[in-house]
């Protein structure tokens, strides 16, 4: 079977993009160049790799196959461009870097104060709902991921380096913005704008809500966290959010946090690859980067109270 390494990246531009004409401008070649190299690698396959129907490109099993092969390919290659780089004084690359949309409050100010050091670093930055980042966590497409309720049935690699509490929040004209020392019994009757299932928020208040025998009346289930602040400050129940959504505040465009009895519920933030996974140089010195930057944001770790 013969074919290049750069065959190889082209068919995994393929596979990530999901479109022949994005995976030339990826690669930058034409497209008539790419579709004839992607032509050239499943002939030298022997089966076909993909079929586009509509304009998108769908990738059969063998196709999904070479693409992971050819990403675990391209990984080895940049872990030792980038060793060959430590070795000469050098610090390029791209660091890959998957995170979950709560974690956006924070995270781009750790990735800007490792980026001012590395200036000639690229990150790729995926910010998703956690089932996204499962997903691409599953696939091995990142470096490095950060979410609070990594999955249990993978053997990962897992450093817990920040706490994230989970908060109650009411509009500020709500007399429950007032009150103190709220017990769960009274939100009986009101109304809850909650994350949408499967997000790590939304995990942990269900756990929480079952060990308490706790229904909660819920009005609307969002994919975002401005949404449930917005709905949460337009009167429409109560809301709970990670504190970060805050920015560390009790209080903001709004919201307020709530005494609540049993909140803020513990949660925490990880930082998670594959256990089997050898991370790369530069995924070694962000994740050093980050453990020891994170001491900065002391209104990130105290919990609210």
């Known amino acids: 079977m013969n074919v290049t390494f750069r065959q190889l ?93 709560t974690a956006k409050y924070f995270i781009p100010r750790l990735i800007g104060s490792f980026c001012r050091k590395h200036p000639a670093i690229d990150v790729a930055l995926e910010i998703l709902n956690r089932d996204g980042v499962v997903q691409r ?18 053997d990962l690699g897992d ?49 929480y809500f079952r060990r308490k025998k706790f229904r909660p009346d819920v009005r609307l289930e969002l994919g975002s966290n401005e949404a449930v602040k917005e709905s949460v400050a337009g009167g429409l129940g109560v809301g709970v959010v990670s504190s970060h959504v805050l920015h560390g505040h009790r209080k903001e465009h709004g919201v307020r946090v709530i005494d609540m009895e049993g909140f803020p519920l513990p949660s925490a933030w990880h930082l998670v690859h594959p256990s089997s996974k050898k991370l790369s140089p530069l995924a070694l010195a962000f994740k050093a980067h980050l453990l020891k930057e994170i001491d900065r944001y002391k209104w990130d770790a105290a919990p609210l109270g």
């Not at 920040?162 to 709220?182: E, Q, W, Y």
């Open 137 to 154: 966590l599953r696939e091995n497409l990142d470096d490095l991921y950060i979410m609070s309720m990594p999955p249990a049935d993978m």
């Open 9 to 101: 990246r082209l068919f995994q531009a393929l596979a990530d993009t999901g479109s022949v004409s994005a995976a030339a401008r990826l690669m930058h070649v034409t497209q008539p160049t790419a579709s004839m190299q992607l032509k050239e690698v499943s002939q030298a396959v022997g089966l076909p790799l993909y079929e586009v129907l509509g304009r998108k490109v769908y990738l059969t099993d063998a196709g999904r196959e070479l693409a992971t092969a050819a990403r675990a390919m391209t990984g080895i290659w940049e872990s030792f461009e980038q060793s060959v780089d430590a070795v000469k004084g050098l610090a390029r690359g791209r660091l890959r870097v998957a995170v979950v949309s």
């Open 159 to 207: 450093e817990v380096f920040m706490p994230n509490p989970i908060v109650v929040i009411a509009a500020t004209s709500d007399v429950l913005s007032k009150s103190a020392r709220i017990p769960l019994s009274e939100l009986a009757s009101r109304r809850f704008i909650l994350r949408e299932p499967g997000s790590g928020t939304r995990m942990a208040v269900d756990r």
